[in-house]
C-alpha cells in the first residue's frame, strides 16, 4: 500500500482563462478500487492524462507507481497478439497470463492470433489482462465497457472485483457498483473522494443536493421576509416624518 498525493493542482488549457482544476488537493491509497465520476466536459479524461504526465500542471502529484492506460495505445491490428502482450510486460510469465485469460473467459489459442482477429471483447480483455500483470502499476481504465455485451460486462466486473489498484471511468452504474469501493467525483469547484460504491456515493448527493436545496429556499424566503419588513418599517419612518412636517410624501 502506499499513496497518490495530489497537491495544489492546477491546470487550465492553453488559451483558456478557466481553470479546469485550481488548488485541488486530495490523496488515494493504491489499493482503492476508485469510480470516476462527474459530468461530461468536467475534466475526467484530463485528470488521467495529468496523471500520466502529458500536460504541464501547477502543484504535485506524487506517487510511488507507475500508471498505465486502458486502452492501451499504439496497438497494432495486424500484430500478433502474444506480441503486443510482450510490448505491455515484456517480463510476464506465460502460467500468469493464462491464468488472466482463465479469469476472463478467452481462451488460450487468442494469443497466438492476429490481434484484429479477436473481437473487440477479447481485444479488451486481453488488455487489461496483460496491464494487471504489471507490477507496481495503478491502472487508469477509461470506459472499458464500449465494445462487451451484457454477460462481458458482467466477466469484467466481477474480474476487476478481484483487482485492486486503479481508476474506473464508466456511464454503466451497475457495472461501477459491482467493483470499486470508492468514488472519485469531480465537481464544480473541487474533487471529492467517498467510500462505497456508486449507489451510495449517489444516494448522498441526492440527499446533499436537496439539503442546498432546501436551504436556497428558506434563503429565499428570508430575503423576501426581510425586505418586507424593511419596506414596512420605511414606510412606517417615512409616515411618520411626514406628520412630524405636516404633509403626506406621497
Request: glycine share 6%; with cysteine; charged share 25%.
Amino acid at each position: 500500500m502506499s499513496l497518490i498525493k495530489v497537491t495544489n493542482l492546477t491546470f487550465a488549457y492553453d488559451g483558456s482563462y478557466d481553470n479546469i482544476f485550481e488548488n485541488v488537493s486530495f490523496q488515494i491509497d493504491t489499493d482503492w478500487k476508485l469510480g470516476f465520476t462527474g459530468r461530461n466536459g468536467r475534466g475526467k479524461t484530463t485528470f488521467l492524462h495529468l496523471l500520466l504526465g502529458k500536460y504541464e500542471y501547477s502543484g504535485t502529484i506524487s506517487a510511488n507507481v507507475g500508471f498505465e492506460y486502458f486502452p492501451f495505445q499504439g496497438v497494432h491490428q495486424e500484430s500478433n497478439t502474444l506480441d503486443i502482450i510482450g510490448d505491455i510486460v515484456p517480463d510476464f510469465l506465460h502460467w500468469q497470463l493464462l491464468r488472466e485469460l482463465s479469469l476472463l473467459q478467452v481462451s488460450e489459442d487468442a494469443v497466438y492470433r492476429v490481434f484484429g482477429s479477436l473481437s473487440h471483447g477479447e481485444q479488451t480483455k486481453v488488455l487489461l489482462a496483460a496491464l494487471f500483470l504489471k507490477e507496481n502499476s495503478f491502472l487508469l481504465i477509461d470506459e472499458p465497457t464500449n465494445h462487451l455485451d451484457l454477460d462481458g460486462r458482467k466477466l469484467v466486473s466481477d474480474y476487476l472485483n478481484t483487482k485492486s489498484g486503479f481508476i474506473l471511468v464508466s456511464h454503466d452504474r451497475a457495472f461501477l457498483d459491482n467493483c470499486v469501493d470508492h468514488i472519485l467525483s469531480i465537481n464544480k469547484t473541487n474533487i471529492e473522494i467517498q467510500k462505497g460504491n456508486f449507489s451510495s456515493w449517489w444516494e448522498n448527493k441526492k440527499r446533499q443536493d436537496n439539503l442546498e436545496l432546501a436551504e436556497n429556499e428558506k434563503l429565499r424566503k428570508d430575503i423576501k421576509r426581510l425586505s418586507a419588513a424593511a419596506k414596512r418599517t420605511l414606510d412606517w419612518s417615512e409616515n411618520s416624518e411626514a406628520k412630524k412636517i405636516g404633509f403626506d410624501p406621497v
